[in-house]
């Protein structure tokens, strides 16, 4: 049976007791990241194995590391491990639950994002249903980067820096409004936590700077003396976030000099214009897809809203076209981008669609089907609102993670097993390189393979054989990247590469441009290894 708001659930246990439909997605996306058919997706980037590598060091030596351990061509070169916090969550599930741990904690960072996205949907006066098809337009447009590593931490601070900055402009027009005390400070304190998880802190900065520069204008533009008041004070304070926030990105292992190293990367045009998830979306995949339906979504809600002689606020405008410019400037932008995209156009969406229910100029059939679809959906999302017990998540995350404890197993069933997928990662070529034999005993050399492999090759082969090469270019620089490509693509002078790096065992993709070439060197190289996915070549 249906209730309206005016008949909530009638007692405390039982508004702790019944799931909402967020503690509902949150359970179905957990399980679907962690067991489900989104499975295949948190370790499809090999990059997390060195990761995990490194927050084990951490744990094991009680320090931080300055120089690279993993390569070959930059041992004892300046490492910057700006991800040191989220690496040591990884290295303390690994050890407690292996790669099912590293998984849990992907699908729980995950559930919790969109959960949150789904709320602050709500929150914000979007209907249910519009909510959830919104939610789930945005989670389809995430799966281009749903891995798990440190990025993800970036999507839920940045829903929960965009909610309290929305929250402290909502405040700060209202005459009456109050603000809380605390909320100048979330954003500094917040800060000493995700300058040590992910870079995305950034964008953090990007968005409290939108909406300062937005109280500015308001002060200055409004016509109100009161207003203008409100509006002056509001911009004296969340400048001095920023710069409190500022400050307190300095309090990482590396100071400053952190900055000015993030800096240079992503000042280094040839890594941005040749590292994939760091170009532009080609809008061919379902992810980039989605993301542009959801442009679509925010021009006709824009469109709708003027012509209803409404007046978007400069912060929306603003946060629409650093949304909109980030996700067309990189792929990787992409769920942060749709998650406030959407946040900026649901409301206006349900606004305009439950404004045909009292349009004139409308059908009636279309009035009267708007009116109920309106009110159906206000009625469910107001009970929706009244559901705050969250228990049945807890029980399914504490569930879960005492079956990631077990090695995966419930009973006699093996319900969780998180794994790298041997189809695309050379698990059967690593597991040669690593097996003795009576005859001769596994080398210590280096391994060249691609970038896209060498977290992996970390994960499996650390400490006893390091790589030439992996995927952290902001350790290797353009020059070191340059050569590398000059290699992979057997461009001119990769023979020169060979022999500088003293590569002697090669770990290549089967069919790839560098693993035939030295297929036609049978002088030089010999195929010690081959299968579909990778092939081993090992110099005479």
Not at 145 to 165: C, D, E, G, K, Q
Not at 477 to 493: D, E, H, K, N, V
Request: hydrophobic residues 50%; contains cysteine; aromatic residues 12%.
């Amino acid at each position: 049976m249906t209730r309206s708001p005016d008949h909530p659930p009638s007692s405390s246990a039982l508004r702790f007791l019944l799931p909402s439909v967020r503690d509902i997605i949150f359970i179905f996306l957990f399980w679907s990241v962690l067991a489900g058919p989104l499975s295949n997706r948190p370790l499809a980037d090999p990059d997390i194995g060195w990761h995990i590598r490194s927050g084990e060091q951490i744990l094991a030596t009680h320090s931080l590391p300055r120089t690279d351990p993993f390569s070959s061509t930059m041992q004892g070169q300046p490492w910057f491990s700006w991800e040191w916090l989220y690496d040591v969550a990884l290295g303390i599930l690994h050890q407690a639950c292996g790669l099912n741990g590293v998984v849990w904690l992907c699908a729980l960072l995950v559930a919790a994002t969109f959960a949150l996205l789904l709320w602050l949907l709500l929150q914000r006066g979007t209907g249910l249903l519009l909510a959830i098809v919104l939610m789930l337009l945005a989670e389809a447009a995430s799966t281009i980067h749903l891995y798990a590593r440190p990025h993800i931490v970036s999507w839920l601070f940045s829903l929960l820096w965009f909610a309290v900055l929305e929250d402290w402009e909502r405040r700060g027009r209202c005459e009456r409004g109050k603000l809380p005390p605390l909320i100048p400070w979330f954003f500094p304190a917040s800060m000493l936590l995700w300058v040590n998880l992910h870079g995305g802190w950034l964008f953090g900065m990007a968005l409290l700077g939108i909406y300062t520069l937005a109280a500015l204008v308001e002060s200055l533009r409004v016509k109100d003396a009161f207003a203008a008041i409100r509006a002056a004070h509001r911009t004296r304070a969340m400048a001095w976030a920023w710069v409190a926030s500022a400050v307190a990105t300095l309090a990482n292992p590396y100071g400053w000099r952190l900055h000015a190293h993030i800096y240079r990367y992503l000042g280094d045009r040839y890594l941005m214009n040749r590292i994939d998830e760091f170009r532009s979306p080609d809008f061919h995949g379902w992810a980039e897809r989605c993301f542009a339906a959801i442009l679509m979504l925010v021009l006709i809600a824009f469109a709708s809203h003027r012509r209803g002689n409404g007046k978007l606020r400069l912060s929306r405008v603003l946060v629409v076209l650093l949304a909109a410019y980030a996700g067309f400037y990189s792929s990787r932008n992409l769920p942060v981008s749709s998650m406030l995209l959407v946040l900026v156009a649901g409301p206006l969406l349900w606004e305009n669609f439950t404004a045909l229910a009292n349009k004139p100029g409308a059908w009636r059939w279309m009035r009267k089907r708007t009116a109920r679809i309106s009110e159906f959906s206000d009625r469910m999302g107001a009970q929706e609102m009244q559901l705050r017990g969250h228990l049945w998540p807890v029980v399914s995350v504490a569930f879960a993670f005492a079956i990631c404890l077990q090695g995966g197993w419930l009973g006699s069933r093996h319900l969780i097993h998180a794994q790298f997928d041997p189809k695309k990662v050379p698990v059967e070529a690593v597991s040669f390189l690593q097996k003795e034999s009576p005859a001769k005993q596994p080398s210590m050399e280096p391994v060249f393979s691609t970038d896209a492999w060498g977290g992996y090759l970390i994960y499996r082969m650390y400490p006893e054989r390091k790589v030439v090469v992996d995927d952290r270019h902001d350790l290797y620089g353009s020059g070191r990247i340059r050569q590398y490509l000059i290699l992979t693509q057997a461009a001119p002078g990769w023979q020169n590469v060979l022999q500088e790096w003293k590569i002697r065992t090669a770990l290549l993709p089967t069919g790839s441009t560098l693993a035939n070439l030295l297929r036609e060197l049978p002088q030089d190289w010999r195929v010690a290894y081959e299968d579909k996915v990778a092939v081993v070549f090992e110099r005479r």
